[in-house]
């Protein structure tokens, strides 16, 4: 009863950080944060060299924030054939990278004989095929989703498929806000939220490493945002006591980005950029309620820019993401922060805050 009531107690006092921001010291939670970080993960800021891979923007549906999808016969549409995708995969090794992170629309065309699965497999085939040292980290639980309805198949038995063909690790999107009713307004079509929490931790339980995020600052209310991250850390937990052979490795918290965004949803929130205040806040509550289970927290750049992303690494994050190269789904909802960084303007950014940088691989040890 003692640990319930201490549990209550934490949780009330994280919603009144997160509801009365404006209000109270800001610089007291921004210290515990940023204290917390250095106890758990030291001050290291960990960076990966990698390439962002969205092989196509043809999608089924059609969440109320996406900039991105288009139908088949869109202007803008694209879908890049085997060939450009092994290219860019080329680009990245000669530029030291040790990671392609791919991600795209779900294509109801993609298919090889009638198959999903069979498409996605070439995909990863081709990939570690010619380019056997890149870590794929690819195909969230969406698109895991996807294909097992499009096939007719289980969630393990596209997870396994994937996992033996090379696939190293999952993306934790498409998870948005976990709370079906926000889901059904934002991104009526895509999977519910036990869903999404199902497949991650089918993966966990398979051998597959995830990340996790947050689509946060658009229709959500505080306490959405504070059941979301404990949703995240009872998967973790799940994860620990049950001994799996992965888990979950960082956590992402991705604002929403609204100027290109779809208009019903970008009226409704008002704002066309990040509010970073409330964003740094944000982070430093994830920070409290993960930091003992998930070590790794992470800005994204490409939202907050680079600026706004070092601000974060003193708000409770550790690592500041990879070079991408490349990326698009951000950058056409309207997001400021570029598609590239260069390890030069990283590590130059890092020292900036006078913390060391260190180089990383997906799963998170140094090189």
Request: glycine share 6%.
């Amino acid at each position: 009863m003692l640990i319930n009531n201490r549990v209550r107690d934490e949780e009330k006092e994280f919603l009144n950080i997160l509801k009365n921001y404006q209000k109270i010291n800001l610089q007291k939670v921004k210290k515990e944060a940023d204290n917390l970080r250095k106890k758990q993960v030291g001050d290291k800021v960990t960076y990966v060299i990698n390439r962002n891979i969205n092989f196509t923007n043809i999608c089924e549906q059609h969440c109320s924030f996406c900039a991105f999808r288009r139908d088949a016969n869109d202007k803008g549409v694209f879908w890049l054939d085997i060939e450009t995708i092994l290219r860019k995969c080329q680009e990245a090794i000669n530029l030291n990278a040790t990671e392609i992170c791919m991600q795209g629309g779900l294509n109801p065309q993609a298919q090889i004989q009638g198959s999903s699965l069979k498409y996605y497999l070439q995909l990863i085939k081709s990939i570690k095929k010619e380019f056997s040292q890149l870590h794929l980290h690819a195909f969230s639980p969406q698109e895991i989703e996807f294909i097992a309805r499009q096939d007719n198949l289980s969630f393990s038995d596209v997870i396994i498929a994937f996992r033996d063909h090379g696939l190293g690790s999952m993306p934790g999107t498409a998870a948005e806000i976990l709370d079906d009713q926000v889901r059904k307004i934002i991104c009526p079509e895509k999977i519910n939220t036990a869903i999404w929490m199902e497949i991650i931790s089918t993966a966990h339980r398979l051998g597959i490493p995830t990340t996790s995020t947050m689509l946060c600052g658009h229709i959500e209310t505080p306490e959405q945002q504070l059941q979301h991250l404990f949703k995240v850390r009872s998967l973790q937990e799940t994860a620990i006591i049950n001994d799996y052979p992965a888990k979950i490795t960082e956590f992402i918290l991705l604002p929403f980005v609204g100027e290109q965004a779809p208009k019903p949803l970008r009226n409704r929130v008002g704002r066309d950029q990040p509010d970073l205040t409330a964003t740094l806040v944000l982070t430093a509550v994830s920070r409290m309620v993960l930091g003992d289970v998930i070590l790794n927290h992470q800005p994204s750049w490409v939202k907050l820019g680079l600026d706004g992303a070092l601000e974060a690494l003193q708000w409770g994050c550790n690592d500041i993401g990879g070079t991408l190269m490349e990326e698009h789904i951000t950058t056409m909802a309207g997001a400021k922060g570029g598609t590239c960084l260069d390890v030069a303007t990283i590590q130059k950014a890092i020292t900036s805050i006078h913390r060391p940088y260190r180089q990383r691989n997906t799963l998170y040890q140094l090189l």
